[in-house]
């Protein structure tokens, strides 16, 4: 016996409706369809349900009893209907995010988390702090927060922009008064620099800018290191120049511990990127906490 649940919810909806064609109507079908439906459910039963009339129909005692059950059918999928329309309309369930370490330097994620867990109290955020590019498919993250100049192309992500981070050079006003102030990118040469290591584990070089002109070197330094945080403090205790964020840089430079150097020159400008799997359905968690977190870069 094949009995497809469609079609004896499709029966409940009838006998509710009080003819055919009310049932088509709220269904969205033509009557024509729901008559054939209807028909074909009978022959799959062996025994009719409705007894009908050009006019009218009158339910048999064998349809009293198979409407218990498509009445209870139909219940469930109203329920699970309206479970889907609430998981829409309230962001909840599991959100699995990955972020670079150095993002905790870059916002304060801290208050940002206490915010959006009062504002979206039944989502439960999972958050991974690691430096590596982690696979968002295999490893089943919904999102991952990576800040590059340019992403690397993959049909399988979404990468929507969330922020541009302007970049330059800074040192403690200690260096600078032992070493003297650079004028020109030429000048660096003589001077001592922090370098941050990559994920690859190579050091960065320097790539200067201002307007049409452009420098591009590397200074020697005693440390080298993969951290943000760790770089700004060595540069603010005068171990050398550093390449920072301006939004980073801004409380040291603030308490008077860090000093932009070569202000018209820029180093390469960064974009905080919110990646997503390109082929699963976005959930509202995701959507709120990537809409949430732009507003928190922005501010």
Same mark, same amino acid.
């Given at each position: 016996?094949?009995?497809?649940?469609?079609?004896? !919810?499709? =029966?409940?909806?009838?006998?509710?409706?009080?003819? =055919?064609?009310?049932?088509?109507?709220?269904?969205?079908?033509?009557?024509?369809?729901? #008559?054939?439906?209807?028909?074909?459910?009978?022959?799959?039963? @062996?025994?009719?349900?409705?007894?009908?009339?050009?006019?009218? =129909?009158? !339910?048999?005692?064998?349809?009293?009893?198979?409407?218990?059950?498509?009445?209870?059918?139909?219940?469930?999928?109203?329920?699970?209907?309206?479970?889907?329309?609430?998981?829409?309309?309230?962001?909840?369930?599991?959100?699995?995010? #990955?972020?670079?370490?150095?993002?905790?330097?870059?916002?304060?994620?801290?208050?940002?988390?206490?915010?959006?867990?009062?504002?979206?109290?039944?989502?439960?955020?999972?958050?991974?702090?690691?430096?590596?590019?982690?696979?968002?498919?295999?490893?089943?993250?919904?999102?991952?927060?990576?800040? +590059?100049?340019? /992403?690397?192309? $993959?049909?399988?992500?979404?990468?929507?922009?969330?922020?541009?981070?302007?970049? @330059?050079?800074?040192?403690?006003?200690?260096?600078? +008064?032992?070493?003297?102030?650079?004028? +020109?990118?030429?000048?660096?040469?003589?001077?001592?620099?922090?370098?941050?290591?990559? #994920?690859?584990?190579?050091?960065?070089?320097?790539?200067?800018?201002?307007?049409?002109?452009?420098?591009?070197?590397?200074?020697?330094?005693? !440390? %080298?290191?993969?951290?943000? @945080?760790?770089?700004?403090?060595?540069?603010?205790?005068?171990?050398?120049?550093?390449? /920072?964020?301006?939004?980073?840089?801004?409380? =040291?430079?603030?308490?008077?511990?860090?000093?932009?150097?070569?202000? $018209?020159?820029?180093?390469?400008?960064?974009?905080?990127?919110?990646?997503?799997?390109?082929?699963?359905?976005? %959930?509202?968690?995701?959507?709120?906490?990537?809409?949430?977190?732009?507003?928190?870069?922005?501010?």
């Amino acid at each position: 016996m094949d009995i497809a649940a469609d079609d004896l !919810i499709l =029966f409940a909806r009838v006998v509710d409706a009080g003819s =055919f064609s009310q049932a088509a109507e709220r269904c969205g079908l033509p009557k024509s369809t729901v #008559s054939r439906r209807i028909s074909a459910l009978e022959r799959s039963l @062996g025994e009719r349900l409705l007894t009908r009339t050009t006019r009218q =129909f009158a !339910i048999t005692e064998f349809g009293e009893g198979m409407l218990e059950h498509a009445r209870r059918l139909l219940e469930e999928a109203e329920a699970a209907s309206a479970l889907a329309q609430h998981r829409q309309a309230t962001p909840q369930g599991t959100l699995r995010v #990955s972020l670079p370490p150095d993002f905790l330097q870059e916002m304060e994620l801290v208050p940002f988390l206490l915010a959006f867990a009062t504002r979206y109290p039944e989502v439960r955020v999972e958050m991974d702090l690691s430096p590596r590019r982690v696979d968002l498919i295999a490893e089943r993250f919904d999102l991952a927060i990576r800040v +590059a100049a340019r /992403l690397p192309d $993959d049909a399988t992500l979404v990468a929507r922009r969330l922020i541009e981070m302007r970049h @330059g050079l800074y040192a403690s006003p200690a260096y600078l +008064a032992r070493f003297g102030r650079p004028l +020109a990118p030429a000048d660096l040469a003589s001077h001592t620099g922090l370098k941050l290591i990559t #994920s690859s584990g190579e050091a960065q070089a320097w790539q200067l800018s201002r307007g049409d002109e452009h420098w591009v070197g590397a200074l020697t330094g005693p !440390i %080298a290191v993969n951290s943000v @945080g760790l770089q700004r403090e060595l540069a603010a205790h005068g171990l050398g120049l550093v390449g /920072l964020s301006e939004r980073y840089a801004a409380a =040291f430079v603030q308490k008077g511990l860090l000093e932009r150097v070569l202000p $018209d020159w820029c180093l390469p400008t960064m974009t905080v990127w919110a990646v997503t799997p390109g082929r699963r359905l976005q %959930a509202t968690r995701v959507s709120a906490f990537i809409d949430m977190l732009r507003e928190a870069l922005e501010a």
